[in-house]
């Protein structure tokens, strides 16, 4: 009986504290009033954790937008989101349990479903969220995002007219915060095919102001995304090509074009946005893996080298057979600190070609062994460092 009593009947009676909340004002002079402050503080509510997330990545991509929230990022960073949520859901947790463990007092299981089917119709869950409580949100998270895309456009975009706060130089600025940027642009994205699939549509007016709010949402997010291809664009020119970064730039178009689609699909109801989606998927699937990333890379550090003198041989030395015809134009230079290093790379890659067989023909490690066959390779004595070594 106590574990019926501490189980059975508090678990039927679990959705009571949603009904006890959602009934809350019912009855009052002011009720309408009343209800729509109640949607607008849960708009408050549900956007907070979120906002602290997102303030937090903001100020750590940008020093400005740190800068002028003052103090604020320090206390914030002191917050443990993750055992912040897991304390919340804990205490979320308890309270419905021991609410319902006291109501299932008020009467028996027996005389509870006695009751319900005579009198009480069953709980239905609404499937859809109230745009007074979705608009709430995106206010707030709008607002934040219009703040750090003035100082974008202000110090990035701007061209650093504006003066910097002390202690910070612009190119720190400019290359800071990418990976952060990319996080939030992730973050809008899961709200933004939440919000669009679960907003209630009955109430016209309120839904045009979801939709302003939301397309405000998406343009500021398309404004990182530029800000962010920016940035790793000014940290390219400053350290070089890599895989990695190549990627990101190819994220970051990915990213873009989906929410130009997201943007359309806002204002046009009608727009198969899944499908868009799947089509710019495999696009973009086969044009990076036919688009030669390695070829690309070493061209673009070899143009760097020529224009700034600085190069990572030992990182091309490592790039596929793709990036042969570009290797081969270090031949000619007379650093002693590039060719003898891209020589012994390049014979290598000779000697191994030479031993495939025609049963494993690649058309990239071909036309390798084509140019390769032009020249005559040497290999060169050289003390490498311990790291290539290893």
Do not use: C
């Amino acid at each position: 009986d106590i574990l019926e009593g501490a189980f059975g009947r508090t678990l039927g009676n679990a959705a009571t504290s949603y009904k006890v909340v959602k009934d809350l004002g019912k009855g009052r002079p002011d009720q309408q009033r009343f209800e729509v402050l109640k949607r607008v503080l849960t708009g408050i509510i549900i956007a907070f954790p979120l906002l602290l997330v997102i303030i937090l990545l903001l100020s750590s991509a940008d020093l400005v937008f740190s800068h002028y929230l003052g103090k604020l990022p320090e206390y914030l960073k002191l917050i443990r989101l993750g055992e912040l949520f897991v304390r919340a859901l804990l205490i979320v947790v308890i309270t419905v349990f021991s609410f319902a463990y006291i109501q299932s007092f008020r009467r028996s299981g027996e005389e509870k479903l006695a009751a319900e089917g005579s009198s009480s119709k069953p709980l239905e869950l609404k499937t859809r969220w109230d745009p007074i409580t979705v608009s709430t949100f995106l206010m707030l998270l709008n607002l934040v995002y219009i703040i750090f895309v003035f100082i974008q456009f202000s110090y990035l975009f701007g061209g650093g007219q504006f003066t910097l706060p002390a202690g910070f130089t612009y190119a720190e600025y400019a290359r800071q915060g990418f990976f952060e940027l990319v996080i939030v642009t992730l973050i809008n994205f899961s709200i933004y095919i939440f919000l669009i699939s679960f907003v209630n549509d009955s109430r016209r007016a309120l839904f045009n102001l979801f939709r302003i709010l939301l397309s405000l949402l998406s343009a500021s997010t398309l404004i990182l995304l530029i800000s962010s291809f920016f940035r790793l664009a000014l940290y390219e020119e400053a350290y070089g090509f890599t895989f990695a970064r190549v990627a990101a730039h190819a994220l970051i178009i990915y990213l873009f074009i989906l929410f130009l689609a997201a943007l359309y699909r806002i204002w046009q109801k009608k727009f198969a946005l899944l499908k868009s989606f799947i089509v710019v998927s495999l696009v973009a699937y086969l044009i990076f893996n036919f688009f030669g990333i390695d070829r690309f890379i070493a061209a673009s550090n070899i143009e760097r080298y020529f224009n700034t003198g600085k190069i990572d041989v030992h990182y091309l030395t490592y790039l596929s057979d793709d990036a042969v015809p570009q290797l081969v134009t270090l031949l000619d230079l007379t650093d002693e600190n590039v060719a003898p290093y891209v020589e012994n790379d390049l014979y290598l890659r000779k000697e191994r070609l030479s031993a495939q067989q025609w049963q494993s023909f690649n058309w990239s490690r071909n036309r390798a062994a084509a140019i390769l066959n032009e020249y005559q390779l040497d290999w060169q004595t050289l003390v490498y460092p311990s790291y290539i070594m290893d």
